[in-house]
């Protein structure tokens, strides 16, 4: 993980561990300097018990109304002190957790668009987004969790000392006893921390699965399976409620056993002095203060008690961070130069892929291509011409260079795929359009948006319409033209169209295919379809049947005398 900027080190191979620690070296100023203040804060908690006791015995037992104002003054200071020093110090420890979990944020999407892919692996994107965002949250909290636990501690040890000074055995009671709470609020987190991660995986899930039904809402009503999609929810909604019941039973058992441990430690203490001043081993004062720091202690021990809290929580939600950033790459990191220019002569030598077995494919540098293929087929090619995977075996190359050998984010710069469910993004139809085309080559006249809309024959469209989330605003057909109308703005030299036009009606798609052989003249054009209107205006087709190549010509010749070929097209 890295900050831009920051000069952090890059954490390689991250583990639950190494993120929590992560997130506080990073923050250590904050985190350095809200612990001092909060201590300071604890501190002069602890020494108002024990200012009250000096003015019981100096001020009060004597009738001295000078020194007990002078004493009413000196707390009044201490007050004003401790009171800043916890204002100051809860905005450097929460300004340290918010920081933290920006970071975190900002790595899990740096590891989510990593050309290499591999982290969105099986992991649907909701899932995704919970661990960035509240996964993320719950580790920068231990920042908060640090500072308020190393003054939790501080001020129990202020206390320790002060009854060690009155009384030898109230101080080695608190100094023993303190460990020994520690230690089993520790144990009691173990269960939290398994429910934790339990809980957070099911809430990731019924997020996942809400975002998943959302957007494909409008093909669930119109095959009217809104029935089947609410069960579905139910189910998973209901498994992410019964983790979370499960894991807030264990921190209420957590959170209860231990302040009721808590309550006797005190009592103990307090029943302890209570018997010290009866024999007159201790005075008043000296009482009075051993009771007020035993009433005081119970406000660190149940700090303590919510630092062990967030710490399991923390730990479940690194341990999920840790999973995504240190997912696998789907594809390696190549370390060839790219060709320059890019001419766009696409080679495919024995490719073996899913269910490609052995395709030989030779693109000529500005040939329009159509590629007819079974849907298994279709996107395995995909697949390999993106680099989204490497060819079991076999090599695909582009002008001459393996793209196995090629960064995935070069690749993609010189063959730039266009699926057929393209997402568009909020905004206008203009901003959507223009979002792919690099900066150095807005004034390119292949990338004119005007060109690229009436060649995807979306110029009927207002360029200022807003298209809303996913393109909701916006028809099938209308999505479809627009996100063709992306594709050929980006005036990639290789464009890989998959199914551009299956929701516009023939008229229209006989547009597209005029549109699309001006535009992209010179230009090297692959579109997988089996739609007549596009195939006829390709310079030849490709037909894959069962993983393999069985047939090439231009489309009249393929329609007269391959019958698989007909069937598939015309059928």
């Not at 580790?139 to 060690?164: P, Q, S």
């Not at 001459?400 to 568009?424: F, K, M, Y």
């Not at 005029?514 to 992209?520: C, F, H, N, T, W």
Request: aromatic letters at 2%.
């Amino acid at each position: 993980m890295s900050d831009a900027g920051s000069g952090d080190r890059v954490i390689e191979g991250p583990t639950g561990p190494r993120v929590l620690r992560d997130a506080v070296r990073t923050q250590w100023r904050d985190v350095t300097a809200s612990a001092v203040l909060a201590s300071g804060h604890q501190v002069g908690e602890t020494l108002v018990p024990v200012l009250i006791g000096l003015a019981v015995d100096r001020a009060l037992a004597p009738g001295d109304g000078r020194a007990l104002l002078l004493w009413l003054a000196v707390l009044a200071l201490v007050y004003f002190m401790l009171s800043w020093s916890f204002r100051l110090g809860a905005m450097a420890g929460e300004r340290a957790g918010a920081r933290a979990a920006h970071r975190l944020r900002m790595a899990l999407v740096e590891r989510v668009l990593d050309p290499r892919g591999g982290a969105e692996d099986g992991r649907l994107p909701g899932a995704l987004a919970t661990i960035a965002t509240e996964d993320a949250r719950r580790v920068g909290a231990v920042n908060v969790a640090l500072f308020a636990g190393i003054a939790a501690l501080v001020g129990i040890a202020v206390a320790a000392v002060v009854l060690l000074r009155i009384s030898l055995p109230l101080g080695l009671l608190v100094l023993l006893g303190t460990p020994a709470l520690l230690a089993a609020g520790h144990l009691l987190s173990k269960p939290l921390e398994r429910r934790s991660h339990a809980e957070q995986e099911r809430a990731a899930r019924a997020s996942a699965v809400a975002v998943d039904l959302v957007g494909g809402l409008r093909v669930l009503k119109g095959i009217g399976a809104e029935p089947a999609a609410v069960a579905r929810y139910r189910a998973t909604s209901g498994a992410s409620l019964a983790a979370t019941l499960r894991a807030a039973r264990a921190e209420a058992a957590q959170n209860g056993t231990v302040l009721a441990l808590t309550g006797v430690f005190i009592a103990v203490v307090a029943l302890i002095g209570g018997r010290l001043a009866a024999a007159g081993d201790i005075g008043l004062g000296e009482l009075v203060t051993a009771v007020g720091l035993a009433l005081l202690l119970l406000g660190p021990l149940q700090v303590l008690s919510w630092v062990t809290t967030e710490l399991a929580q923390a730990r479940a939600s690194a341990a999920r961070i840790a999973a995504v950033l240190a997912a696998p790459a789907a594809v390696p990191a190549g370390t060839a130069a790219p060709p320059h220019p890019v001419h766009g002569r696409l080679r495919l030598t024995g490719v073996t892929s899913g269910p490609l077995d052995g395709v030989d494919l030779d693109v000529a540098p500005g040939e329009l291509l159509g590629v007819v293929a079974a849907p298994a087929d279709a996107a395995a090619l995909l697949r390999c011409l993106a680099r989204q995977a490497d060819p079991d075996s076999g090599t695909v190359e582009l002008d001459g260079v393996a793209l196995s050998a090629l960064d995935p984010g070069e690749v993609r710069r010189a063959i730039l795929v266009a699926p057929h469910d393209a997402d568009l993004f909020e905004g206008t139809l203009l901003d959507n359009v223009t979002a792919a085309v690099p900066t150095d080559a807005r004034t390119n006249a292949r990338t004119d948006p005007g060109k690229a809309l009436l060649a995807a024959a979306a110029d009927d469209i207002a360029a200022d319409a807003p298209v809303g989330e996913h393109g909701r605003a916006l028809s099938g057909g209308q999505r479809q033209r627009a996100a063709l109308a992306r594709a050929l703005a980006a005036d990639s030299p290789v464009l890989v169209l998959h199914d551009p036009t299956t929701a516009v009606d023939a008229v229209t798609e006989a547009r597209i295919a005029d549109g699309l052989r001006a535009l992209r003249d010179g230009r090297t054009t692959l579109v997988v379809t089996t739609s007549p209107a596009l195939l006829a205006a390709t310079d030849r087709v490709v037909l894959l049947e069962g993983g393999r190549l069985t047939d090439t010509a231009a489309h009249t010749d393929l329609v007269h005398r391959n019958d698989a070929y007909r069937t598939a097209v015309l059928a």
